[in-house]
C-alpha cells in the first residue's frame, strides 16, 4: 500500500513540474486534446501519424524511456508534454507494436528493436508504440493473440507500466 502511494506522489510530482513550465497551459490543454481526439477517433495510432496529423508535433525532443530505449525521436517539447500528461492522466496508453507497423507507415528508428519495457540493455535500442485509448486496447487485446502484441499500460501485457518507460 506504501508503494502504491509513493508511486502515486511521484507521478503527482512529475505532472505538477510539467504544468509549472506553462505560464500559460491553453497550449498545452489545446495539444493534449488535439492528441486525444485523434487517438480516440483513429485508435492505435503511431508517432508518424501524429506528426502528419497533429500541427505543432515535429520537433527535436527525444522521447525517451528506462533501460536505455527511445520512444521516439524529433518530438516537440509541447507534444512529448501533452503525451506525458494524457499518460499520466490515464486517458492514453502504449502499445508495444511490431517495427514493421512503422515500416509500412514509412519510417522506422536506426536502432536494433527493444523487445520489451523491463530489460536493461547495454545499448540503445527502439521501442516501436502506439496509442489507444484504455477501452479500445481492452478490446484490441481480447482479439489478438498476446505474442502479436503486448499491451503496456493499465490492461496487462508484461506487466509493465508505461509510466514507467516515460519518465525515466
Not at 508517432?47 to 536505455?68: A, Q, R, V, Y
Not at 525521436?73 to 512503422?102: F, H, M, R, T, W
Not at 477501452?135 to 508505461?162: C, L
Amino acid at each position: 500500500m506504501e508503494n502504491k502511494m509513493a508511486e502515486k506522489m511521484d507521478y503527482k510530482e512529475i505532472y505538477d513540474s510539467i504544468k509549472k513550465q506553462y505560464k500559460n497551459t491553453d497550449g498545452l490543454e489545446k495539444m493534449k486534446n488535439e492528441i486525444y481526439q485523434f487517438i480516440k477517433i483513429n485508435g492505435q495510432v503511431s508517432f508518424i501519424e501524429l506528426e502528419e496529423n497533429i500541427s505543432g508535433f515535429k520537433g527535436n525532443c527525444l522521447f525517451s524511456g528506462t533501460n536505455k530505449t527511445i520512444l521516439w525521436q524529433g518530438i516537440s517539447a509541447l507534444a512529448l508534454d501533452s503525451l506525458k500528461l494524457l499518460i499520466l492522466e490515464d486517458e492514453i496508453i502504449a502499445q508495444k507494436v511490431s517495427p514493421l507497423d512503422y515500416h509500412i507507415d514509412g519510417k522506422i528508428l536506426n536502432y536494433p528493436i527493444a523487445k520489451n519495457a523491463s530489460t536493461n540493455y547495454q545499448t540503445i535500442r527502439w521501442l516501436p508504440l502506439v496509442f489507444n485509448l484504455p477501452v479500445k486496447a481492452k478490446q484490441v487485446q481480447k482479439r489478438m493473440d498476446e505474442s502479436e502484441i503486448n499491451i503496456i499500460g493499465q490492461n496487462g501485457g508484461d506487466g509493465a507500466h508505461y509510466k514507467e518507460l516515460a519518465f525515466i
